[in-house]
Structure formats: structure tokens, C-alpha cells
């Protein structure tokens, strides 16, 4: 709205006024018919049924109402990016450091390696041995999947119970009321990233499923680069642990919480239901 002043706006409310009296028409229809005086004494013009578009955007009950499934785009094979003999001779063998990483009280399985620094994260409703145990395995065959092995763990003591679950590799439990300073440091630097991004939104309370995402988005990003003092000043950490290349900046298109009509298909689709949430 700054980019207008206060007559262009009431004609562009006007606009969007009438456009919902007449149901909704496609939207270069309804310029063309302002255009073209289809309705008598009308005041409003296109410029302002364009001028409402501008500041409004798309009509959200019309995107519900309205869309159809669009032609899906083929998916090219994706060409895994292999690890360079040097980094695999020099790190076969990688400490790993894990934790419980709390956002808003809720609870993230969190590891990072000591060599590679790779970081991931992983929401969990339970500290249960076995959904430690779950997830500490998955991560122990992403490292061996890529090459690497892991003959130690550090950890405190809630991890004690899944000591025989992670073998061959062996677990180190830390003192009572002592940390692992690599993943300590860890978590402080995902916590400030989180913190920013929330920081950034409008919102005053989050969902969790968005803390969520904001927390796997605050790791992957650091991910996506390569960590100082890591195994590669040139290759990202996603890169030698995925095989993934670098991010593309035309794929950087939506920002974390943004609002986003997406398309749901209904079957059968001549119901009432909405063909977007």
C-alpha cells in the first residue's frame, strides 16, 4: 500500500469489492470487462482491478475454488557428487558427538562429527531408549553408506541406555553433570540460527511443526557449505555426506515462513472441498 496513495487504494478495495460480486471471474476477464464498460456506471477501472492484484495478490478463495492440477515436470536423475579419495583416506575414521537439542521444549535429536562436522537434527515426541536407539542407528549408516566409519560415540548420560544398540561402535559416557563440549558448541550455533529466523517472522507464537522446520532448515544450511577447519575447504558437508550438490540460487524461491497456497487434490474433485490449503 506505501506505493500508492490514498485514492488509488480505495479504488483498488472497490475492485476487489466488486470482483467478489460478480464470483470471482479470472482475473484478465475481469479487467477486460472494466475495460470494455460490460457493467453501466461503473467507476472502477482495470488499472484499479490491477492495482488490487498488486497489493493484495492472488484472491485466495478464487486459488481454493479455481485450481487445477498442473502438468507435472519431469524429474531428472540426480547425479550423486562422489567423495575425493583424499578426504576419505584422511577421515575413515569419525568421532561422533550426539545430544538432546531443545527448541520451545521440544525435544531434536542432534549429532555432529568431529572430523567431517556434519550436523543433523531429528524432532522426537520420546527420549525413549528405543527412539534413541532409532535414530542413533540412522545416523550411524549414513556415515558408513558414505564411506567413513565410526568407532567412537561421545554422548551424556541419557544415552547410556542405548550403549549395546550402537555397536561396534563404542559409547563414551561423559561425567555426571558434564557435556560434550563439540556438541554444546553445536547447539549454540543452531539455537542462534533459529533464534534469528524466528526473529524474522511476523509471528508472536509458533507452531510446533514450524519450530520444526525452522530447525531443520537452521541445520541444513549450515550444512550446505564447508565448515571451518572441516574435512574440505571446497566441498560442503551436505555434499560429502549426500552426495548433493551445491544449493541453486533459482531453487532459493521461499523463504521460511512464508504463507503459501498449495494445491490438494480431492478424489472425486467435484466436491465443495477447497483445491488448495
Known amino acids: 500500500m506505501t506505493q500508492f496513495n490514498q485514492r488509488e487504494i480505495e479504488g483498488a478495495d472497490k ?9 470471482y471471474p479470472a482475473q484478465n476477464h475481469f479487467e477486460h470487462m472494466l475495460l470494455n464498460n460490460f457493467i453501466h456506471n461503473c467507476p472502477i477501472t482495470s488499472e484499479d482491478a490491477k492495482r488490487a492484484l498488486v497489493i493484495y495478490g492472488p484472491s485466495v478463495p478464487a486459488l481454493k475454488g479455481k485450481t487445477v ?8 536423475t540426480l547425479q550423486r557428487v562422489s567423495i575425493p579419495s583424499d578426504i576419505i583416506e584422511n577421515n575413515t575414521n569419525v568421532t561422533l558427538c550426539m545430544d538432546i537439542l531443545y527448541v520451545n521444549s521440544n525435544p531434536f535429536f542432534h549429532t555432529i562429527s568431529r572430523k567431517i562436522q556434519f550436523c543433523t537434527v531429528a524432532p522426537i515426541t520420546t527420549r525413549t531408549k528405543a527412539s534413541l536407539a532409532t535414530e542413533a542407528k540412522a545416523i550411524l549408516n549414513l556415515y558408513t553408506t558414505r564411506g567413513f566409519t565410526i568407532p567412537d560415540i561421545h554422548a551424556d548420560g541419557e544415552f547410556a541406555c542405548i550403549l549395546n544398540k550402537v555397536l561396534p561402535s563404542h559409547l563414551n559416557i ?6 560434550v563440549p563439540e556438541v554444546e558448541h553445536s547447539i549454540h550455533t543452531v539455537k542462534e540460527r533459529i533464534r534469528a529466523i524466528t526473529h524474522g517472522l511476523p509471528f508472536r507464537r509458533l507452531p510446533r511443526i514450524l519450530v520444526t522446520g525452522i530447525t531443520e532448515h537452521a541445520v541444513k544450511v549450515l550444512n550446505q557449505f564447508p565448515a571451518k577447519n572441516g574435512a574440505s575447504d571446497t566441498m560442503s558437508l551436505l555434499t560429502i555426506m549426500t552426495g548433493l550438490p551445491c544449493p541453486d540460487y533459482n ?6 515462513g512464508t504463507y503459501c497456497q498449495v494445491f490438494e487434490d480431492n478424489d472425486p474433485t467435484n466436491t465443495q472441498k477447497a483445491r488448495e490449503t
Do not use: C, F, I, N
Open 15 to 23: 475492485a476487489r469489492a466488486l470482483y467478489r460480486k460478480l464470483g
Open 174 to 179: 561423559t561425567d555426571p553433570d558434564d557435556h
Open 251 to 256: 531453487k532459493l524461491a521461499v523463504e521460511v
Open 69 to 76: 492440477r498442473q502438468k507435472s515436470h519431469h524429474v531428472p
